[in-house]
Nanobody
Framework: QVQLVESGGGLVQTGGSLRLSCAAS????????VGWFRQAPGNEREAVAH????????GYADSVRGRFTISRDNAKNTVYLQMNSLRPEDTAAYYC??????????????????????WGRGTQVTVSS
């Protein structure tokens, strides 16, 4: 089992920045890919970014590439999502999820149903215009 807890959300103006954290406990965190997903009311959950178990590979949704940066510190069992140049359309609940590295695919990381077996409860990000 892996337990995930997100933090760092809040209210920010357009153009502002936030850093989300995903703190993990339980099994060896370094064996897991971690993805950030978001979901706005009435919308499906969508992928934002992911980082592989060693941090060597990252990937981003087109909508956030160049503005968001994902990183991880396995010594602290934490994954971060630095979000800059925030826009109102970034408003959503943000979730981190862990995927056993055995199931990792660089093509399918965006699918929240693809073996992301552990999820946090989310943190709300609201960007005002």
């Amino acid at each position: 089992q892996v337990q995930l807890v997100e933090s760092g959300g809040g209210l920010v103006q357009t153009g502002g920045s936030l850093r989300l954290s995903c703190a993990a406990s339980g099994r060896t965190f370094g064996n897991y890919v971690v993805g950030w997903f978001r979901q706005a009311p009435g919308n499906e959950r969508e992928a934002v970014a992911h980082v592989t178990w060693s941090g060597g590979t990252t990937g981003y949704a087109d909508s956030v590439r160049g503005r968001f940066t994902i990183s991880r510190d396995n010594a602290k069992n934490t994954v971060y999502l630095q979000m800059n140049s925030l826009r109102p359309e970034d408003t959503a609940a943000y979730y981190c999820a862990a995927q056993d590295k055995r199931y990792y695919s660089g093509y399918y990381w965006t699918n929240p149903n693809n073996h992301y077996d552990y999820w946090g409860r989310g943190t709300q990000v609201t960007v005002s215009s």
